[in-house]
């Protein structure tokens, strides 16, 4: 423990420890300060699972804003979930040293807030993400923070694991197949985006989408979204009349997950609820824009990406200063092809379509 790095889960150690038979052993325990945003939360879903994998034994605790707690509560390898109050740093604190003593945290924020919260809780060892001025509060840092071209944000999360001895494998479950026997067809649809309309495609081409795709299948769609999202699920909802039901802002994250799972599919923006549809295996359709899909773009093989690569992107701007050419450039017409290739088999000898970025909208 007192090297520079020390392998916390054990996985290069050889040596063992005789324990006497009945010994009662006190778990080792461990902190993991969760992202605040939703979509950032489930990209780190995998780093969590690899350090439960490289030490079961260990006791893993979730330290979360209340906003997004019931992502983590239905993670099986996380024992418990302790809510931060949204505010108060000291109070933060407070909440975490109340907890039983915990031998290390792993910071997946790169906030200086972050760092000092279990810096003020009083954990010995703090691990994670230089930046923001909060080394100091850090003794051991990851060594993937060094700038290195489109690295997923998923794969970063899984380096910094691996800090403290968790293997990197970068395997992702695949979305589960649709349902085609089903009357009908539950397909959701998000068409805002919190972070800025940047990211947010034409609701007047969802609206097309949905309308052609109802048209030809039996599908009922679902709008989802938060209260900041009510005018643009109105446009939506208003060119789709009694094909659409509309659940923008009245839901919250829990029942956003229960309504979700039982859904088809997703087509959204690049958003935390397409995320999360990926973390629940339900297909996803995603349109990019501003935003590089190297980086956040949902892993899996059997979600679909479109983008088209534009001058001017990725800007991750949350408006747009220009003539939003990123999201003009993406048709109504390949959206529909790729959701009816989802639901339509490929014919028999046939190779299915390639996984992720669609031949149309590569880079």
């Not at 998000?190 to 599908?219: N, S």
């Not at 996803?284 to 773009?297: C, D, L, R």
């Not at 290739?341 to 046939?350: C, V, W, Y």
Request: hydrophobic share 45%; net charge positive; glycine share 6%.
């Amino acid at each position: 423990w007192k090297t520079p790095r020390p392998n916390f889960l054990l996985s290069r150690y050889k040596r063992g420890v005789f324990v006497p038979a009945g010994t009662p052993l006190k778990p080792f325990r461990i902190l993991i300060r969760s992202a605040n945003w939703l979509g950032d939360a489930v990209m780190s879903v995998p780093a969590v699972r690899a350090i439960k994998a490289g030490r079961p034994d260990a006791h893993v605790t979730i330290a979360v804003p209340h906003k997004i707690a019931p992502v983590w509560k239905i993670v099986p390898e996380v024992d418990d979930v302790v809510e931060l109050p949204r505010k108060s740093i000291v109070d933060a604190a407070r909440r975490l040293r109340r907890q039983e003593y915990f031998d290390v945290a792993l910071l997946f924020p790169n906030s200086f807030r972050s760092a000092l919260e279990v810096f003020l809780a009083g954990v010995p060892r703090r691990v994670g993400f230089v930046g923001h001025g909060r080394r100091f509060l850090l003794n051991q840092i990851s060594s993937a923070t060094r700038t290195r071209g489109i690295v997923h944000q998923t794969i970063r999360y899984l380096e910094l694991a691996s800090t403290i001895g968790a293997p990197i494998r970068q395997e992702f479950l695949a979305p589960r197949a649709i349902n085609r026997e089903r009357r009908p067809l539950k397909f959701a649809l998000c068409p805002g985006a919190e972070y800025g309309p940047a990211k947010r495609w034409l609701p007047e081409r969802f609206a097309e989408v949905a309308l052609q795709i109802v048209a030809e299948f039996p599908v009922q769609w679902i709008l989802f979204g938060t209260e900041k999202d009510a005018a643009v699920g109105a446009q939506v909802a208003s060119a789709m009349s009694d094909a659409v039901q509309n659940r923008i802002g009245q839901t919250d994250l829990a029942q956003l997950i229960a309504e979700l799972r039982d859904c088809d599919l997703l087509l959204s923006n690049d958003t935390g609820t397409m995320h999360l549809a990926a973390l629940l295996r339900v297909p996803v359709v995603a349109i990019f824009g501003s935003t590089e899909p190297g980086k956040t773009m949902p892993l899996g093989k059997g979600h679909r990406v479109i983008r088209h690569h534009v001058e001017c992107s990725p800007c991750f701007l949350r408006e747009c200063p220009l003539d939003f050419r990123c999201m003009h450039a993406v048709t109504s017409a390949e959206v529909v092809g790729v959701i009816r290739r989802m639901i339509t088999p490929p014919a028999e000898g046939r190779a299915p379509p390639r996984p992720n970025l669609v031949p149309s909208a590569r880079a």
